[in-house]
């Protein structure tokens, strides 16, 4: 069973910064893509960032400049590092992966984190 933890949530003053980590742990090949999407309340669930493996990344128009993603793929980890933060930077980010659990195949599946809350008062 593949399961994606995140940490790192919490809540930070408007101009500050916060790093958010997701661990992806069970049985499986590889890991094709890492992403952080977020969810307001009342708002649909959006992209923030995307990492493939080959270290190639996209990021939300709104985020970019601010937010950096990155890998660790000996670690199975993604990161997310937000900076200059803002009250509407306030959701829950989930991690995403797209996983290959066989070597060999071009199968893959989606998961998903439980989510971390981030908050920045306005």
């Known amino acids: 069973q593949v399961q994606l933890v995140e940490s790192g949530g919490g809540l930070v003053q408007a101009g500050g910064s916060l790093r958010l980590s997701c661990v992806a742990s069970?049985?499986?090949?590889?890991?094709?893509?890492m992403a952080w999407f977020r969810q307001a309340p009342g708002e649909q669930r959006e992209l923030v960032a995307v990492?493939?493996?080959?270290?190639?990344?996209n990021y939300a128009a709104s985020v970019k400049d601010r937010f950096t993603i990155s890998r660790d793929n000996a670690k199975n980890t993604v990161y997310l590092q937000m900076t200059r933060l803002k009250p509407e930077d306030t959701a829950v980010y989930y991690c995403h992966a797209e996983i290959r659990q066989r070597a060999f195949t071009s199968e893959t599946r989606t998961y998903w984190g439980q989510g971390t809350q981030v908050t920045v008062p306005s």
């Open positions: 069970g049985r499986f090949s590889s890991i094709p893509a």
């Open positions: 990492m493939v493996s080959g270290g190639g990344s």
